[in-house]
């Protein structure tokens, strides 16, 4: 059993100097101030972020409220159990959105209930 010695290049395995333990510790410090009025689980406390609807476009929020900006109806909007399905399905039935007849145009939605 031979080996072709001239093709067989040896493993070149760069040295690597090891990491400085006083380097890798100095990145989990922050430089930040520390506010003792805010605290700290609000940093935790992270919400998935979800794209604004495009309902507020058409209605002004108001704690959980939702009024349309053309007819002024008022609907109930609670993000964790309304959500922004009423005003949407109210934005294709508001005779005052300037909107909807030009929704209309680009897509008619015919839903089956
Ligand atoms: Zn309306």
């Given amino acids: 059993m031979q080996l072709d010695t001239s093709s067989q290049a040896p493993p070149q395995a760069p040295p690597r100097p090891p990491q400085d333990p006083t380097q890798a510790g100095n990145q989990g410090i922050t430089s930040q101030e520390k506010d003792s009025q805010s605290s700290p689980k609000e940093v935790l406390k992270r919400k998935p972020t979800r794209a604004p609807s495009s309902a507020?476009?058409?209605f002004t929020r108001e704690n959980n409220r939702a009024t349309c900006n053309y007819c002024k109806k008022i609907y109930a909007c609670n993000?964790?159990?309304?959500?922004?399905?009423?005003?949407?399905?109210?934005?294709r039935t508001c005779e005052k959105?300037?909107?909807r007849e030009i929704d209309k145009k680009q897509k008619t939605i015919v839903l089956g209930k």
């Avoid at 993000?79 to 934005?91: E, I, P, V």
């Fill in 79 to 91: 993000a964790t159990s309304h959500g922004t399905t009423n005003l949407l399905k109210h934005l």
């Fill in 56 to 58: 507020w476009i058409h």
């Fill in 97 to 99: 959105n300037p909107n």
